[in-house]
Protein backbone atom coordinates (compact mmCIF):
# COMPACT_ATOMS: atom_id res chain seq x y z
CA UNK A 1 0.00 0.00 0.00
CA UNK A 2 1.36 3.54 -0.74
CA UNK A 3 0.64 6.55 1.20
CA UNK A 4 -0.23 8.98 -1.51
CA UNK A 5 -0.69 13.05 -0.86
CA UNK A 6 -3.62 14.87 -2.26
CA UNK A 7 -3.07 18.43 -2.59
CA UNK A 8 -5.94 20.24 -4.48
CA UNK A 9 -5.97 23.77 -5.16
CA UNK A 10 -6.90 26.32 -8.06
CA UNK A 11 -3.00 26.66 -8.60
CA UNK A 12 -3.86 30.07 -10.21
CA UNK A 13 -0.62 30.41 -10.33
CA UNK A 14 1.38 28.03 -8.61
CA UNK A 15 4.04 28.97 -6.07
CA UNK A 16 6.78 28.48 -4.33
CA UNK A 17 4.25 28.62 -0.75
CA UNK A 18 2.85 25.41 -2.67
CA UNK A 19 5.91 23.38 -3.13
CA UNK A 20 7.41 24.09 0.49
CA UNK A 21 4.29 23.18 1.81
CA UNK A 22 3.93 19.91 -0.33
CA UNK A 23 7.29 18.91 0.12
CA UNK A 24 7.52 19.42 4.02
CA UNK A 25 4.25 17.36 4.25
CA UNK A 26 5.78 14.14 2.03
CA UNK A 27 8.49 14.01 4.32
CA UNK A 28 7.05 14.49 7.70
CA UNK A 29 4.33 12.22 6.93
CA UNK A 30 6.29 9.87 4.81
CA UNK A 31 4.66 9.75 1.73
CA UNK A 32 5.50 8.18 -1.45
CA UNK A 33 4.24 11.11 -3.64
CA UNK A 34 2.22 13.66 -3.52
CA UNK A 35 -0.50 14.01 -6.12
CA UNK A 36 -1.84 17.95 -7.36
CA UNK A 37 -5.41 18.05 -7.99
CA UNK A 38 -6.18 21.46 -9.98
CA UNK A 39 -9.99 21.75 -9.86
CA UNK A 40 -12.12 23.02 -12.40
CA UNK A 41 -14.45 25.11 -10.48
CA UNK A 42 -13.02 26.13 -7.01
CA UNK A 43 -16.07 25.54 -4.39
CA UNK A 44 -15.67 28.20 -2.83
CA UNK A 45 -14.71 30.70 -5.34
CA UNK A 46 -17.30 30.20 -7.70
CA UNK A 47 -17.69 33.91 -9.83
CA UNK A 48 -14.49 34.57 -8.81
CA UNK A 49 -12.74 34.56 -12.12
CA UNK A 50 -9.91 32.44 -12.79
CA UNK A 51 -7.45 31.60 -15.69
CA UNK A 52 -8.71 28.28 -17.85
CA UNK A 53 -7.86 24.94 -17.06
CA UNK A 54 -5.44 24.21 -19.33
CA UNK A 55 -3.22 26.68 -18.53
CA UNK A 56 -3.34 26.32 -14.71
CA UNK A 57 -2.83 22.38 -15.96
CA UNK A 58 0.37 23.97 -18.11
CA UNK A 59 2.24 25.69 -15.21
CA UNK A 60 1.04 23.41 -12.73
CA UNK A 61 3.22 20.84 -14.55
CA UNK A 62 6.19 23.46 -15.24
CA UNK A 63 6.19 23.53 -10.96
CA UNK A 64 6.42 20.45 -10.89
CA UNK A 65 9.15 19.84 -13.48
CA UNK A 66 12.21 17.69 -12.22
CA UNK A 67 10.23 16.29 -9.21
CA UNK A 68 9.49 12.75 -9.81
CA UNK A 69 7.14 12.25 -6.41
CA UNK A 70 5.15 15.29 -6.85
CA UNK A 71 2.45 15.00 -10.55
CA UNK A 72 -0.31 16.68 -11.26
CA UNK A 73 -3.64 14.55 -11.49
CA UNK A 74 -6.16 16.26 -13.94
CA UNK A 75 -9.02 14.21 -12.27
CA UNK A 76 -11.29 17.47 -11.26
CA UNK A 77 -10.82 19.26 -14.67
CA UNK A 78 -12.82 16.20 -16.53
CA UNK A 79 -15.54 16.79 -14.09
CA UNK A 80 -18.48 19.31 -14.63
CA UNK A 81 -19.56 22.09 -11.90
CA UNK A 82 -17.79 22.66 -8.68
CA UNK A 83 -14.80 20.33 -7.81
CA UNK A 84 -16.20 19.29 -4.79
CA UNK A 85 -13.72 16.96 -2.78
CA UNK A 86 -15.69 14.36 -1.62
CA UNK A 87 -16.25 13.60 -5.11
CA UNK A 88 -13.09 13.74 -6.09
CA UNK A 89 -11.68 11.40 -3.18
CA UNK A 90 -14.72 8.76 -3.74
CA UNK A 91 -13.27 8.38 -7.65
CA UNK A 92 -9.57 7.89 -6.58
CA UNK A 93 -10.52 5.45 -4.32
CA UNK A 94 -12.61 3.56 -6.29
CA UNK A 95 -9.29 3.63 -9.47
CA UNK A 96 -6.70 3.01 -6.62
CA UNK A 97 -8.09 0.53 -3.80
CA UNK A 98 -4.51 -0.13 -3.14
CA UNK A 99 -3.49 3.50 -1.81
CA UNK A 100 -4.07 5.25 1.79
CA UNK A 101 -4.68 8.70 0.65
CA UNK A 102 -3.85 12.15 2.93
CA UNK A 103 -5.22 15.67 1.98
CA UNK A 104 -3.05 18.20 2.48
CA UNK A 105 -4.93 21.94 3.23
CA UNK A 106 -3.29 24.95 4.10
CA UNK A 107 -5.18 26.68 7.16
CA UNK A 108 -7.16 29.06 5.58
CA UNK A 109 -8.57 26.17 4.22
CA UNK A 110 -8.74 24.22 7.76
CA UNK A 111 -11.10 27.35 8.90
CA UNK A 112 -13.20 26.82 6.14
CA UNK A 113 -13.55 22.66 6.53
CA UNK A 114 -16.82 22.84 8.29
CA UNK A 115 -18.29 24.51 5.04
CA UNK A 116 -16.98 21.69 2.75
CA UNK A 117 -19.36 19.25 1.22
CA UNK A 118 -20.20 15.57 2.91
CA UNK A 119 -17.61 16.87 5.71
CA UNK A 120 -18.33 14.53 8.19
CA UNK A 121 -18.20 11.51 5.84
CA UNK A 122 -14.89 13.09 4.24
CA UNK A 123 -12.77 13.19 7.25
CA UNK A 124 -13.82 9.19 7.24
CA UNK A 125 -12.33 8.90 4.08
CA UNK A 126 -9.59 10.25 3.66
CA UNK A 127 -7.05 11.69 6.68
CA UNK A 128 -6.40 15.49 6.48
CA UNK A 129 -3.07 17.53 6.93
CA UNK A 130 -3.11 20.91 7.78
CA UNK A 131 -0.26 23.17 7.01
CA UNK A 132 0.26 26.56 9.40
CA UNK A 133 -0.27 29.89 6.94
CA UNK A 134 0.65 33.39 8.32
CA UNK A 135 -2.71 34.51 9.30
CA UNK A 136 -4.74 31.60 9.99
CA UNK A 137 -5.54 29.70 12.77
CA UNK A 138 -5.13 26.17 13.10
CA UNK A 139 -7.37 24.83 16.24
CA UNK A 140 -10.44 22.82 14.10
CA UNK A 141 -12.71 20.37 15.66
CA UNK A 142 -11.97 17.94 13.09
CA UNK A 143 -9.41 15.32 12.71
CA UNK A 144 -6.45 17.49 11.30
CA UNK A 145 -3.17 15.93 11.53
CA UNK A 146 -1.22 19.64 11.82
CA UNK A 147 2.49 19.73 10.34
CA UNK A 148 4.37 22.91 10.86
CA UNK A 149 6.34 23.95 7.94
CA UNK A 150 8.09 26.94 7.44
CA UNK A 151 5.46 30.05 6.89
CA UNK A 152 5.70 31.83 3.67
CA UNK A 153 3.21 34.38 3.24
CA UNK A 154 3.26 34.14 -0.29
CA UNK A 155 -0.60 33.90 -2.38
CA UNK A 156 -1.38 33.28 -6.35
CA UNK A 157 -3.47 36.34 -5.49
CA UNK A 158 0.02 38.91 -4.56
CA UNK A 159 1.44 37.17 -7.63
CA UNK A 160 -1.18 37.68 -10.06
CA UNK A 161 -1.07 41.27 -8.88
CA UNK A 162 2.59 41.50 -9.02
CA UNK A 163 2.75 40.59 -12.28
CA UNK A 164 -0.29 42.76 -13.64
CA UNK A 165 1.66 45.69 -12.04
CA UNK A 166 4.85 44.83 -13.65
CA UNK A 167 6.33 44.49 -10.30
CA UNK A 168 9.20 41.47 -9.07
CA UNK A 169 7.90 38.19 -8.82
CA UNK A 170 11.62 36.57 -8.76
CA UNK A 171 11.85 33.22 -6.30
CA UNK A 172 8.26 33.41 -5.66
CA UNK A 173 7.50 30.80 -8.20
CA UNK A 174 9.43 28.53 -10.14
CA UNK A 175 11.05 30.14 -13.34
CA UNK A 176 9.58 27.78 -15.59
CA UNK A 177 6.10 29.12 -14.49
CA UNK A 178 7.09 32.67 -15.11
CA UNK A 179 8.03 31.76 -18.10
CA UNK A 180 4.90 30.00 -19.07
CA UNK A 181 3.11 32.88 -17.47
CA UNK A 182 5.05 35.58 -19.43
CA UNK A 183 5.00 33.45 -23.08
CA UNK A 184 1.01 33.59 -22.83
CA UNK A 185 0.49 37.06 -21.66
CA UNK A 186 -0.93 35.90 -18.61
CA UNK A 187 -2.47 38.06 -15.14
CA UNK A 188 -1.72 41.21 -17.64
CA UNK A 189 1.90 40.39 -18.56
N1 LIG B 1 1.62 30.30 1.48
C1 LIG B 1 0.86 29.27 1.83
N2 LIG B 1 1.01 28.69 3.05
C2 LIG B 1 0.21 27.64 3.42
N3 LIG B 1 -0.77 27.12 2.65
C3 LIG B 1 -0.96 27.65 1.43
C4 LIG B 1 -0.15 28.74 0.95
N4 LIG B 1 -0.57 29.06 -0.30
C5 LIG B 1 -1.57 28.21 -0.59
N5 LIG B 1 -1.82 27.37 0.43
C6 LIG B 1 -2.81 26.26 0.47
O1 LIG B 1 -2.70 25.59 -0.78
C7 LIG B 1 -3.99 25.09 -1.20
C8 LIG B 1 -4.29 25.57 -2.61
O2 LIG B 1 -4.32 26.98 -2.56
P1 LIG B 1 -4.64 27.90 -3.81
O3 LIG B 1 -4.26 27.24 -5.08
O4 LIG B 1 -6.03 28.44 -3.70
O5 LIG B 1 -3.55 29.07 -3.54
P2 LIG B 1 -3.72 30.49 -2.86
O6 LIG B 1 -2.36 31.09 -2.84
O7 LIG B 1 -4.46 30.38 -1.57
O8 LIG B 1 -4.63 31.21 -3.96
P3 LIG B 1 -5.50 32.54 -3.95
O9 LIG B 1 -4.65 33.66 -3.45
O10 LIG B 1 -5.88 32.70 -5.40
O11 LIG B 1 -6.71 32.28 -3.06
C9 LIG B 1 -5.00 25.57 -0.14
O12 LIG B 1 -5.19 24.48 0.77
C10 LIG B 1 -4.26 26.70 0.56
O13 LIG B 1 -4.65 26.79 1.90
O1 LIG C 1 -15.43 19.97 -1.25
C1 LIG C 1 -15.65 21.14 -0.84
O2 LIG C 1 -16.75 21.51 -0.41
C2 LIG C 1 -14.50 22.13 -0.89
C3 LIG C 1 -14.66 23.45 -0.49
C4 LIG C 1 -13.58 24.32 -0.58
C5 LIG C 1 -12.36 23.86 -1.07
N1 LIG C 1 -12.24 22.56 -1.44
C6 LIG C 1 -10.96 22.06 -1.97
O3 LIG C 1 -9.86 22.57 -1.25
C7 LIG C 1 -8.75 22.72 -2.11
C8 LIG C 1 -8.18 24.13 -2.01
O4 LIG C 1 -9.14 25.03 -2.55
P1 LIG C 1 -8.76 26.43 -3.20
O5 LIG C 1 -10.06 26.98 -3.69
O6 LIG C 1 -8.11 27.21 -2.09
O7 LIG C 1 -7.83 26.19 -4.32
C9 LIG C 1 -9.25 22.37 -3.51
O8 LIG C 1 -8.92 21.02 -3.78
C10 LIG C 1 -10.74 22.53 -3.39
O9 LIG C 1 -11.48 21.73 -4.32
C11 LIG C 1 -13.26 21.69 -1.35
Redesign the pocket.
Known sequence: MARIGLF???FDPPHIGHLIMASEVKDAMQLSEVWF?P?SI????QGAGFTGSEHRLNMLNAALEGNAAFKAEPI?LAREGP????DTVRLLKEKYPQHEFHFI?GA??IE?LP???DIDSLVKQVKFIGVNRPGYRTETKYPVILVDAPLVDISSTMLRRKFSEKRNTDYLLPIGVKKYIEENSLYGT
Do not use: A
Not at 42 to 45: D, I, L, T, V, Y
Not at 83 to 86: D, E, G, H, I
Open positions: GGTLNPPHKESYTYIDMYKWR
